[in-house]
């Protein structure tokens, strides 16, 4: 296998713009990542495309866009892991020597799909919307033993199985609310700095926990994420090539690893635990040497849970970590430092392409007021999907 490097990267903010087509959204990001790569559109080969819509060839017409050149263009559809899942296919075709450059992006509307009028904002108000959150949620059974925890997700919203999750790592291992919350009020501020961001306020804990309405209790608007439109493009190519095209830093891809349907119960966090240690052992590190992580955030009690599966704690301790700053920017384990998908968005397909770029952009020194200000050596992406499937990449500088 070759080894392959990320050369450049864009991004169309992520929000609700009903204005805009899929068209509209994908063919930006894909020209600003040309731009960052220094390369022209015919030097592309192949094109992947992560998207959850039911558009026939949607990733087509946007490639199209660009101008016909004879690309192989392919479709690829994982849940909420797709913009991943499609990064994934685009690192193995230029690492097996199938391409040498390759483009991996995504695409979704689906927050215009869901709001009507437009809502732009779900910052701390005092009765905040978010086109992403149902209402209120009055009864929310707590996941059992006796039953598989994929099937049960079947049953159930995503809010009212997090929150069940939520309610039992606070009964179990005294998981508080605060640090709940204070994974929202991380993810705002970061999000704060990030202008592809969809909320771009900060907001305080008690906004979080206390002025916001509750969902599915203990989790509040604040605590989970929104629905949105967006798109997200990456470049990748080899070592070689790349240094024909650029002089910035392009980060090499160490480990991609896809895992899907656990044979125990515990479904995304078993995906995050097995995902992980196999892609340390490929990238020949251990956890404590990762100096960033973008991981799927979607509610507040993740980042607390695949904390540990990643393998940063023990069980029982992620909320202590975020209590103590370890997650912060200026943590020893910066967490989302683009805002993860709880305040930069979650527009499904471009999702996991956006860490990405977020993984180069630091890795480059060119993430502005939200820039890590220690070496970012190794970093990490992670997401999870409906159906139980789990991508995890690890990068080095």
Known sequence: MR??????AGLHRYGIFPEKTTVDMGSEAVSLALMDAGMGWKDIEAAYCGTV????????????????????????????????????????????????IVLAFGVDNLGTQLVAPPLVSNQPQPEP?????????????????????????????PVQYFAGL????????????????????????????????HFQKPCTLEQANNTNRMVADPL?????????DGAAAVIVCTKEIAQNYTDKLCPTVAASVNKSTPEDGDFFVSLTRLASQ?????????PEDLDLIELHDAFTIEEIIYLEALGLCETGQGGKLVQDGVTTITGKHPINTS????????????????QVA?????????????????????????????GGVCAIHVFKK
């Open 3 to 8: 080894d392959v490097v990320v050369i450049g």
């Open 53 to 100: 819509q039911p558009h026939v060839s949607g990733g087509h017409a946007i490639c199209n866009k660009m101008g016909y050149t004879g690309l192989g263009i392919t479709i690829v559809e994982n849940a909420s892991a797709s913009g991943s899942s499609a990064f994934r296919e685009a690192y193995l075709s230029v690492a097996s020597g199938e391409n040498d």
């Open 129 to 157: 919307e978010n086109a992403a959150v149902p209402e209120p949620i009055q009864s929310q059974p707590e996941p059992e033993n006796d039953e598989r925890v994929d099937t049960k997700f079947r049953k159930m919203l």
């Open 166 to 197: 939520a309610r039992h790592y606070m009964k179990e291992y005294g998981v508080t609310r605060e640090q709940l919350g204070q994974v929202s009020v991380k993810s705002h501020f970061n999000a704060s700095l990030n202008p592809y961001a």
């Open 220 to 228: 509040t608007v604040l605590h989970c994420c929104p629905m949105d």
């Open 278 to 286: 196999e892609a340390y052992r490929k990238a020949g590190i251990s």
């Open 339 to 354: 805002g993860g998908l709880i305040s930069m968005g979650h527009p499904v397909g471009p999702t996991g392409i956006g």
């Open 358 to 386: 977020e993984v180069l952009w630091q890795m480059r020194g060119q993430c502005g007021k939200r820039q890590i200000v220690k070496p970012v050596n190794y970093a990490l992406t992670h997401m999870v999907g409906a």
